[in-house]
């Protein structure tokens, strides 16, 4: 098990950025699969893109290709996640969670086994 904590999360104008974080405490979360969700009011929570934990390979999900990119730093055991041309259609509750058994990567949120508590991304028009 791995305790996550994101943080970066905020208020911006459409076409800003913001980079979000998700730490954790446990040596083990360089070798797990970190994703990204999203889950806006009255919406079941969605995939944003995952970082693999064999070949560092990343795969993003159709609404923010090109704009998210998900980079991990092992020294900091944190995985980040940089949003660029934000829209306000991009508001949620951002979640960061760990996958141990899908080094290859993983896109369902049942397959994840940890989460963290979530942080407010709003972005205003």
């Known amino acids: 098990q791995v305790h996550l904590a994101e943080s970066g999360g905020g208020l911006v104008q459409a076409g800003g950025s913001l980079r979000l974080s998700c730490a954790a405490s446990?040596?083990?979360?360089?070798?797990?699969?970190t994703g990204w969700f999203r889950q806006a009011p009255g919406k079941e929570r969605e995939f944003v893109g995952y970082?693999?934990?064999?070949?560092?390979?990343?795969y993003y999900a159709d609404s923010v290709k090109g704009r998210f990119t998900i980079t991990r730093d092992n020294a900091r055991n944190t995985v980040n996640l940089q949003m660029n041309s934000l829209k306000p259609e991009d508001t949620a509750v951002y979640y960061c969670?760990?996958?141990?058994?899908?080094?290859?990567?993983?896109?369902?949120?049942?397959?994840?086994?940890?989460w963290g508590q979530g942080t407010q991304v709003t972005v205003s028009s």
């Open positions: 969670a760990a996958a141990a058994r899908y080094p290859l990567g993983a896109t369902r949120t049942l397959e994840y086994d940890d």
């Open positions: 446990e040596l083990t979360f360089s070798r797990r699969t």
């Open positions: 970082i693999s934990w064999v070949n560092a390979r990343t």
